[in-house]
């Protein structure tokens, strides 16, 4: 089944002109740097129309807000800092990993330096709680406080990854929460910020933070098997990117902890240090589905999708905004497989 | 006159058990690097006494609440934030200069990588916002919203810094801007928070930020000196370090706008790219004071003081906490020269 997301985008046309005021407020060189990392102008600062990205969480946030009853206009600022989070974390993490490209285009670091890719990362940090601070909505503090905690969980994730370089022993439990931080807080608390901006009783708030913890951990089981298998021409994420660098993904820990013969030999591989050639990434790739765990890994997707379905059983949604959130959580899924 | 600091340290019995108690909060790798950065344990996790830092910022907090009527208790979320906010930025400013060293010990990046400092940093600015929103103050979000703009300029300061290095014709209004961002605005919003967090009027919330402002550029005129002559067995600052990397310091860049023949010789020597050996860095150092830097940064700093005293006139503060305030900032500018 081919899934559209009709809802991704939704609202843009609030929520672009609201981040755009936010950026403003940074310095003129910050500005210029954040303006080119979110596709909106050449390093030069000439206007430019590069693709936009899908704004999955801050849809996500109206989304969520709306099913409870809010107006968008009161999800707006909620919208723009997860924006702006998920931003800050792109700019620092591309240097940290000395990552080249993002989206086709050279990444920050590449451009200006580290000294700047870390300031800008952190400006889009500060930014974000700016942004919620002066929403004016009586939940800011609490939205903050939530903000606060996935922003935490993030770091956290991010932490585990580079630990796990280290390591040749991570475990499939450790595996999830590097990914449930990494990718799963965002999400989460993206649902769970339109749900608190719209007033939303402590259960419901939970359930949409829940929905969005399953969506984002589905949506990190894909990304880490188009990691190994790629789709160049539809993600700009080439074949094998995770492979070659041996890269401790939740497919190939699962492989190697699960995955008999073949996930032996890939760990095998894994502990080797010579560069690989395309034979030997191609072999690595083979080794990961005999051991069963490409199936392993689009089955769990599928399982978070029920699971983030399951969530919002029992809160009296709308049905047509219940099926909006379903489509989104689907599309994540689907989206590249 | 030599001057003391009674001030200085004043509340650590309160402050220092909730930073700890903030920091517990990170996740175990986190933690541990934050903990070594704040001089409490051995890189590999061992409790160690190294020196305490001066804790300036949480002091100010704290000094200005109580002077407007504040209990200490109130104010501690905010002491603990401005520490974080201020390790965030050290931790993040060690990896941009790439100093191997900070207070005798090896930095967190040299330790640890860049990646890990990069993360630490993060964990530290959003630990700050997670605190000020769990104060439980009725002034959380003002104090937090006080608390971004600071870090905004903070930011943007440091922005400044990394783009000076590429520039020959950095003015002095460019200069001080640089330096109210960087280090005023951190001590500004210290005193400012301390007023906000004890109820205080706008008007008083600004005459703090005043004085916390104009302590900071006079704080950064005398590190600008250091940073030339240095004191390394009182500061652990050795000799010439800025002239060393030919830092386009506030002495400098007065001494090459404003001073005459020796200034224009240390431009000409600012604009080579030599290695220095110590008879030419000597030789820099006698140009800035010959151009008369020396003796404008040490007036300037004392008319910052002066400044300070007097956003802080009209108050109707305590006599005895006016003074408080008025030798802590006199002993920043006194306090190595």
């Known amino acids: 089944m081919s899934v559209t997301a009709p809802a991704l985008g939704h609202g843009r046309e609030l929520v672009d002109p ?54 968008p206009g009161d999800l707006v600022a909620g919208a723009v800092a997860v924006e702006l989070v998920h931003n800050f974390s792109l700019v620092h993490d591309d240097l940290m990993d000395r990552d080249t490209e993002r989206r086709h285009r050279p ?32 939940y800011a503090v609490v939205a903050s406080r939530a903000l606060n905690v996935a922003t ?46 719209a007033g939303a009783p402590p259960a419901t708030v939970a359930a949409f933070r829940r929905y969005g913890q399953e969506v984002g951990l ?33 497919p190939v820990v699962w492989a190697v902890q699960c995955g008999g013969a073949p996930g032996r030999e890939l760990a095998r591989w894994l502990a080797g240090s010579e560069e690989p050639d395309e034979h030997a990434l191609q072999h690595a790739a083979d080794l990961v589905e005999l051991a069963g765990a490409r199936a392993w890994a689009e089955r769990e997707a599928q399982d978070r999708v029920e699971g983030a379905l399951a969530a919002l059983r029992g809160l009296g949604l709308d049905p047509i905004r219940r099926d909006e959130l379903a489509a989104l959580a689907r599309f994540v899924v689907e989206r590249d497989l």
Chains 1, 2 share one sequence.
């Open 107 to 138: 990444t920050v670091w590449s451009v200006w330096g580290d000294a700047m890719a870390v300031l800008v990362g952190d400006a889009l940090l500060s930014l974000a709680h700016e942004v919620l601070d002066d929403s004016g909505s009586s």
């Open 152 to 197: 935490r969980e993030l770091i956290s994730g991010q932490v585990l990854d580079v630990a796990f370089e280290q390591r040749d022993d991570v475990t499939l439990a450790e595996c999830l929460d590097m990914a449930a931080g990494k990718t799963g807080a965002l999400l989460g608390v993206s649902a769970e910020l339109g749900a608190i901006l």
């Open 218 to 250: 589905a949506f990190q089981l894909i990304d880490d098997l188009l990691g190994i298998w790629g789709w160049p021409e539809r993600t700009g994420k080439p074949v094998f990117s995770d492979l070659r660098s041996r890269k401790k993904t939740m």
């Open 18 to 71: 609201a981040l755009r005021k936010a950026i403003s407020r940074l310095d003129a060189d910050t500005r210029l740097i954040a303006s080119y990392h979110l596709g909106w102008c050449a390093p030069d600062g000439r206007a430019t129309s590069a693709p936009a990205g899908k704004a999955i969480r801050p849809s996500l946030v109206l989304m969520a807000g709306e099913a409870v009853g809010a107006e």
